[in-house]
């Protein structure tokens, strides 16, 4: 079982990909969901008016109260791994990011980003700066 989060983000991708409006996903949702998900999305689904509230619902029964600082003190722990290339460090942290309910600014980003990747980088990707993701990848 995946986790809210990366349910709720794949299914966002499939959207897009797939050209869905948030008003079809909503009324043809119970076909992605099982289990507990499933029976809780059946019991709300009649007072509920669309998608976007129905993931706040979903947010605020399967989440823990403290998601943000549980998620936020894994992006703080996480190092980038000694044969981890930085594309895809990079790309997991911005995942992880993603994920935040309370969003952090691509600054404060990118400022975690470079406290935490792997020494022995190159010189010139430190004396870049960094401005922006397209620098570290």
């Known amino acids: 079982s ?6 709720l983000e794949r299914v966002n991708e499939l959207q897009v990909s797939r050209n869905v409006s948030d ?5 043809e949702c119970l076909d992605l969901f099982t289990g507990n998900a499933l029976v809780y999305v059946r019991s709300i689904r009649k007072d509920v008016c669309s998608w976007s509230e129905l993931v706040n619902l979903l947010k605020l029964q399967f ?8 998620l936020f003190e894994e992006i703080r ?6 044969t981890e290339p930085m594309g895809i460090y990079v790309a997991i942290m911005r995942t992880l990011f993603s994920r935040l309910n309370e969003k952090l600014s691509e600054e404060k980003q990118l400022k975690i980003l470079r406290k ?6 190159s010189d010139s990707v430190r004396v870049n700066g960094n401005k922006d993701y397209r620098r570290f990848s």
């Open 2 to 7: 995946i986790s809210l989060s990366a349910f």
């Open 23 to 27: 008003e079809q996903l909503f009324f």
């Open 63 to 70: 989440q823990p109260t403290d998601y943000d600082e549980r």
């Open 77 to 82: 722990r996480r190092t980038q791994g000694v």
């Open 116 to 121: 935490k990747y792997r020494s022995g980088l």
